[in-house]
């Protein structure tokens, strides 16, 4: 076990937890508990404001497997420290997900894709969406103009030819009481239709540019490159998350059911736990429940509010995990001796050199 792994993360203190004598009360159910209550999710009697709140940015339900023994899972860290974010259901119960589509499963498989390329195939379908949207509203607009434009032609076409016919009517009709010559009648019409074919030529052209410069500006703002595209356009394209808490041997039972089937997959950029619990034949890329959920926070952070530098919000969700390392390690000589260390193998290599 490494001497301190967690030195850089944000963490509230601890010491309260050391100078703690023997095992308190559980304030709704009554059972002594240590630290917390891993039935009811609660900090135990005279320590409720001492432990650290986090507050996420989406909710996660986490499925437990039956088997999965609840004092030694750390699912119970993220429900005390989050429990406005965080709800635990005890597989075979599942909630019900109406909308698919803000859902997804935290889970490694064949169709597992990482934080980055779902923001990235995200960004295309909203960007694609956004302009088919422009092109639709824009083409409405434009058929509303040239309606507008021909509807003042024929206004236009017909008061001009109330003006050239005027021109051929007899004495009685002219002001100065003559007769307007066969050859002015026809200069005054030849006028009237070339100043009418004029206008609708002029108006036509003036439609119909307008119309393909508007394209060409359709265009040239639809040429974004894709970090413009996540700085400006993509939000994270789920608020719900779930997550599965058994051993890894017991995942295939959860993540085979059909109610979890269609859910789109995330996993996790390559990481090392620190986990003291040993699974037999498991690489040290296999984290516990609640370093699944910190740093798929991380990952969070980093795709869709990398322009805030992590400030450390999420460490917290680590305030019991890095207690009990803590311990564990002072307890057994610096864990050398653990099987979680000494027969966890990664590309086949021992890491009891950590």
């Known amino acids: 076990m490494e001497s301190d792994p967690f030195v850089d993360l944000k963490i509230d203190s601890q010491a309260f937890l050391d100078e703690m004598d023997g095992r308190m009360?559980?304030?709704?159910?009554?059972?002594?508990r240590k630290y917390y209550c891993y039935t009811c999710y609660v900090p135990v009697l005279g320590i409720?404001?001492?432990?650290?709140?986090?507050?996420?940015?989406?909710?996660?339900?986490?499925?437990?497997?039956?088997?999965?023994c609840d004092g030694k899972s750390t699912s119970g860290?993220?429900?005390?420290?989050?429990?406005d974010d965080v709800t635990i259901y005890t597989y075979p119960c599942i909630p019900d997900y109406p909308d698919q589509e803000r859902v997804?499963?935290?889970?490694?498989?064949?169709?597992?894709?990482?934080?980055?390329a779902l923001a990235e195939k995200y960004s295309r379908c909203v960007h694609n969406n956004k302009q088919e949207d422009?092109?639709?509203?824009?083409?409405?607009?434009?058929?509303?103009k040239t309606d507008v434009v021909y509807a003042s032609l024929e206004k236009v076409s017909s008061d001009v030819g109330q003006t050239c016919t005027g021109a051929h009517k007899d004495i009685s009709s002219s002001p100065e009481g003559k007769l307007v010559s066969e050859d002015d009648a026809k200069q005054t019409?030849?006028?009237?239709?070339?100043?009418?074919?004029?206008n609708t030529e002029i108006t036509q052209k003036t439609g119909v540019k307008r119309k393909h410069l508007s394209d060409e500006e359709e265009v040239k703002r639809s040429k974004l490159t894709m970090e413009d595209t996540k700085?400006?356009?993509?939000k994270p394209p789920f608020d719900r998350v779930i997550i599965i808490d058994s051993t890894w041997n017991q995942t295939k039972r959860i993540s085979s059911d059909e109610r979890l089937k269609g859910l789109a997959c995330i996993?996790?950029?390559?990481?090392?736990?620190?986990?003291?619990?040993?699974?037999?034949?498991?690489?040290?890329?296999?984290?516990?429940?609640?370093?699944?959920?910190?740093?798929?926070?991380r990952d969070y952070h980093d795709v869709f509010v990398a322009r805030d530098e992590y400030d450390g919000r999420y460490d917290n969700l680590l305030f019991f995990f890095t207690f009990m390392y803590s311990k564990i390690r002072n307890m057994y000589n610096g864990g050398k001796n653990l099987k979680a260390y000494t027969q966890r193998k990664d590309n086949g290599k021992s890491e009891s050199k950590e």
């Open 231 to 234: 700085r400006l356009e993509v």
């Open 77 to 83: 860290h993220a429900r005390v420290i989050a429990p």
């Open 48 to 68: 409720e404001d001492k432990i650290p709140k986090v507050k996420l940015p989406f909710k996660i339900d986490i499925i437990k497997h039956p088997s999965e």
């Open 104 to 116: 997804v499963l935290l889970f490694p498989g064949a169709e597992s894709i990482n934080m980055a």
């Open 25 to 32: 009360s559980c304030p709704k159910c009554g059972k002594s």
């Open 134 to 144: 422009k092109k639709d509203q824009h083409n409405n607009i434009s058929e509303e």
């Open 189 to 198: 019409s030849e006028g009237c239709d070339r100043m009418t074919h004029g």
């Open 267 to 297: 996993e996790l950029k390559t990481r090392h736990s620190n986990f003291w619990r040993h699974q037999k034949d498991i690489p040290s890329t296999y984290l516990s429940t609640i370093e699944a959920i910190y740093y798929f926070l």
